[in-house]
């Protein structure tokens, strides 16, 4: 089960760090991700990290403000979102995957948060 927290309503040029906490003893085996949806429209992969956190990727609308972090030891993932846009305004998801390669690339994810919203403002 992952519980995501930390959204709010922010204004534009602002911070925020989401969390994703994940139960149970397996999360250090996923790789882990964060999306966004909007209404009307799908659900956007935004970052991704791998199992030990080596390696991250990031699409280009968020890269270089945003970052994926994890803490295995906590079962926690992490997005810092930083400078953030009147478009960044979603519902956030975090989501893991067995497979940080088909994590990064649109594949079949295993397990999925719940959501928590992000409203930016100008």
């Known amino acids: 089960q992952l519980q995501a927290s930390g959204g709010g309503l922010v204004q534009a040029g602002d911070s925020l760090r989401l969390s994703c906490a994940a139960s149970?003893?397996?999360?250090?085996?996923?790789?882990a991700g964060w999306f966004r949806q909007t209404p009307g429209k799908e659900r956007e992969f935004l970052a991704g990290?791998?199992?030990?956190?080596?390696?991250?990727f990031y699409v280009d609308s968020v890269k270089g403000r945003f970052t994926i972090s994890r803490d295995n030891a906590k079962n926690t993932a992490y997005l810092q979102m930083n400078s953030l846009k009147l478009d960044d305004t979603a519902v956030y998801y975090c989501?893991?995957?067995?497979?940080?390669?088909?994590?990064?690339?649109?594949?079949?994810?295993?397990?999925w948060g719940q959501g928590t919203q992000v409203t930016v403002s100008s």
């Open positions: 990290i791998s199992q030990t956190a080596d390696s991250a």
């Open positions: 989501a893991l995957g067995g497979n940080y390669f088909y994590l990064i690339n649109g594949g079949a994810l295993d397990y």
């Open positions: 149970g003893g397996s999360f250090s085996t996923y790789a």
